[in-house]
């Protein structure tokens, strides 16, 4: 059966986007997806800004030169290291909520959708905020543009160099682990390159490091400047040639061209189609915005067997709740709770090949929280689901110490409640011409992209019918708390 413009338009949404806004319900008819798509182009054309969320004090330690910077660390006591790792974390964690924020309300859905996936491509766990706010600004830069410029800038990001110890890259002593990832997760992909690849390339790569600005910096006395070969070519080559001799590999492109399919149209790679768009990506220089148009506006991306296939990540089920039902949190570190919870914390990859996705999203305690979230943001339950302890997720805190909310539970437990007020009004204006036996299939229209196996019946009977208004409300929260809505 063909799908409808409606359907297309919010399947295109969810993946080149972070789903329908309430705003844009009643427009998925009215235009085609090519005239969608032409408008989230548009839409992130704009150079994006970026974002600032250190603190003072730690912009002021790393104001003045190089040398005064390191002169200060030298002279701060154990109680200021410290406070500017703690300032640091929590600069991280707000830098966290800011982007989400950034993914639920922006328009330039396209460019934060891509930013997002290669945040998960290019994986960085650094405590530092600088680097972490440099490396996003790379990313979201050039997201949409030329992967040859944005994978040499994430190459030479003080994040990337340090995450992967390239600062102990000297000559004479090479560290082979930037290398090693560059080839098997940034370009290539595993098996297409040999050991003795990654060893010349390491040789290559001597000499790369930042400052404590985290700025890049070559030093030359610790660069090994004797002939390597890397995948049969031989010169005198520093690191940007060994990323040069891995761009002009159509095998890269094949890599990224293949992890891009799985992730915006199906975890099950068609090879033919992923060859396609391998040879145009390769023939087009890594033009990334052709390879996503090529995707988004071919008929075989709205085919019926690619649509509602995908389990939402973490990230995405969060900024899709919101951008379909506004609102704002009492406790916006509660998210930070959720996203440990669901196992996908943004700047906290679990390793440096990012998060698995697809199938590992859901286990029974995670699934079973993903269908609560909508209840939980409802303000009618309570995250009583205590969260893995990862120290540098949880920014140097403990449980107790995060700002949320919290009401006594059995045994003493604390229990943390998200405080949310949604503005429904856009929500129920876009449904006042439906008639009110219609309003479940409508909104589960809206709100799901594949047919809900449960009866329409069973949500009318756990909806409040006191009222229109309350019937839509506790409606939408019925079928957003379903698994069919873990789909996208």
């Not at 640091?88 to 982007?99: A, D, H, P, Q, V």
């Not at 992967?164 to 940034?186: G, I, T």
């Not at 915005?289 to 071919?298: G, K, Y």
């Not at 479940?440 to 594949?450: A, E, K, N, R, Y």
């Amino acid at each position: 059966m063909a799908l409808t413009n409606q359907q297309k338009n919010q399947h295109l949404l969810w993946r080149a986007g972070f789903g329908p806004a309430v705003e844009q319900l009643g427009d998925l008819s009215k235009y085609t997806p090519h005239q969608f798509y032409k408008a989230l182009v548009k839409a992130s054309d704009k150079k994006p800004e970026y974002f600032n969320l250190a603190d003072n004090y730690l912009q002021g330690l790393m104001m003045g030169v190089d040398q005064v910077g390191q002169m200060q660390q030298k002279e701060l006591t154990a109680e200021e290291r410290k406070r500017r790792q703690q300032l640091s974390r929590e600069g991280i964690r707000n830098l966290n909520l800011y982007w989400l924020k950034e993914m639920v309300n922006s328009s330039a859905q396209l460019r934060e959708k891509m930013a997002f996936f290669w945040h998960g491509h290019f994986a960085c766990r650094n405590l530092n905020v600088f680097y972490q706010q440099g490396l996003l600004d790379v990313i979201r830069r050039n997201a949409l543009g030329n992967f040859g410029t944005l994978l040499k800038e994430v190459s030479k990001s003080a994040a990337m160099l340090n995450f992967l110890n390239n600062q102990q890259n000297r000559k004479d002593h090479p560290n082979e682990n930037f290398a090693r990832e560059v080839m098997e997760l940034f370009t290539l992909g595993r098996g297409n390159y040999t050991e003795h690849d990654i060893k010349e390339g390491a040789r290559a790569f001597t000499g790369w490091t930042s400052n404590l600005k985290g700025e890049f910096v070559f030093r030359k006395f610790q660069h090994d400047y004797g002939d390597k070969t890397v995948l049969g070519h031989t010169g005198d080559f520093d690191g940007e040639d060994v990323l040069d001799i891995l761009l002009e590999e159509k095998q890269t492109a094949r890599h990224i061209s293949q992890k891009i399919y799985k992730f915006f149209v199906n975890d099950q790679a068609d090879t033919a189609k992923v060859e396609w768009l391998a040879d145009r990506f390769y023939k087009s220089k890594y033009d990334i915005s052709r390879l996503m148009e090529d995707i988004f506006t071919s008929d075989w991306f709205y085919e019926e067997k690619n649509v509602g296939v995908r389990i939402k990540s973490p990230v995405e089920l969060l900024a899709g709740i919101q951008r379909m039902l506004p609102m704002k949190l009492e406790n916006e570190q509660a998210l930070l709770i959720i996203q440990r919870i669901l196992g996908q914390v943004l700047f906290y990859p679990p390793n440096v090949a990012g998060w698995p996705g697809g199938k590992n999203w859901i286990d029974s305690s995670s699934l079973m929280m993903r269908m609560r979230l909508p209840q939980l943001i409802n303000d009618e339950d309570e995250i009583n689901v205590k969260p893995k302890d990862d120290d540098d997720q949880m920014m140097g805190r403990k449980d107790e110490d995060m700002p949320v909310k919290k009401q006594a539970g059995a045994g003493g437990m604390g229990r943390q409640q998200i405080n949310a007020n949604v503005d429904w009004s856009h929500y129920v204006k876009s449904l006042e011409k439906v008639e009110r036996q219609q309003l479940i299939d409508t909104m589960s229209g809206f709100l799901l992209q594949v047919k809900p196996a449960t009866d329409r019946d069973v949500i009318n009977q756990y909806a409040d019918a006191g009222s229109r208004e309350s019937f839509i409300k506790t409606g939408t929260i019925q079928i957003m708390s379903t698994p069919e809505y873990q789909l996208c």
